[in-house]
């Protein structure tokens, strides 16, 4: 893959996210999308998340990479590098997840920024981004990822609960829906979107006969360690590898080697107040 060009670092500071197409090509997607489906430990750790609005999104959350297929992914020299050129220095897995939104019934996820969780986490600075891997198409339809557009500029805002979701305060979040465009992860198989852990972001229910599969990968910055002890790991070596190495492996599913959370053992959540209606 060719390296990032300056208009596109540029881009990405003045958006608050990058879309990179076809980072992966339909043979490596083959690869990762049986992972995905094959794998029993996703099947097993996978739980729901009530979306407040009669809505269920499927979720499974792992922290440590792992040697398998899908552990491969963020340690990949295009997925590492272009998340270092973005964030500005060496980064780590923060952690991965695989959510799933069943056809005709696959809930929503509501405006949120990533650092709105993460800084509860110990996180002094928002250095951190996410890349979002399309597993499947995704459209408006099914329920794609949707962006604000520079919203990131606005620096952390505040988070509520809303059923099992933490989202940003919805007022605040209104007024900049009103001056902000909103732009949709439209995507085939293979594009990847890397955006800044202060971007809003919500993605809508999926309307479509057809299942919605969206693999996440967060990256910190090394200089950014949490300053207290949590679920999500503190600084540790990344261990990049070759972009080739994906396919020099084939599927290899070893789901028990990543270190899956429990919903349970999530203590972030503790530190957000309940939304009452007005």
């Known amino acids: ?7 596109e670092v540029d881009a990405f500071h003045r958006h608050g996210f990058l879309v990179r197409r076809q980072l992966f090509d339909p043979a490596e997607m083959a690869l990762i999308a049986a992972a995905v489906r094959d794998d029993p430990e996703i099947a097993r750790r996978s739980y729901g998340l009530d979306d407040g609005l009669g809505g269920t999104t499927s979720i499974a ?22 998340a270092e050129r973005l964030l500005g220095g060496e980064v780590y897995h923060y952690h991965s997840k695989l959510t799933v939104k069943q ?3 696959g809930g929503s996820w509501r405006w949120h920024q990533d650092y709105g969780y993460w800084y509860k986490n110990g996180c002094l600075f928002p250095d951190l981004l996410t890349a979002a891997i399309a597993v499947g198409p995704q459209t ?6 949707q962006l604000l557009d520079g919203s990131h500029r606005c620096g952390r805002i505040e988070h509520v ?48 006969g057809e299942v919605r599969e969206l693999l996440l990968c967060a990256y910190n910055t090394a200089t950014n360690d949490p300053v207290i002890e949590h679920h999500h790991p503190g600084y540790h070596p990344l ?7 994906l396919l020099r492996r084939g599927l290899v599913i070893a789901g028990g080697d990543r270190v899956f959370q429990d919903p349970s053992d999530d203590r972030t959540i503790e530190g957000f107040t309940e939304h009452t209606q007005r």
């Open 239 to 245: 261990g990049r590898l070759d972009d080739g190495e």
């Open 103 to 105: 056809p005709r019934g």
């Open 61 to 82: 959350l792992w922290n440590h990479a792992g040697d398998d297929t899908l552990g491969l992914l963020p340690r990949l020299d295009r997925m590492a590098a272009t």
């Open 1 to 7: 893959m060719d390296p990032l060009t300056p208009d």
């Open 140 to 145: 408006e339809a099914n329920g794609c990822l």
């Open 161 to 208: 609960s809303y059923g099992d979701q933490t989202a940003a305060d919805d007022e605040r979040v209104q007024v900049l829906a009103d001056r902000l465009d909103v732009v949709a992860f439209e995507a085939d198989p293979g594009d990847v979107v890397f955006f800044h852990a202060n971007t809003l972001h919500r993605s809508p229910p999926n309307e479509s």
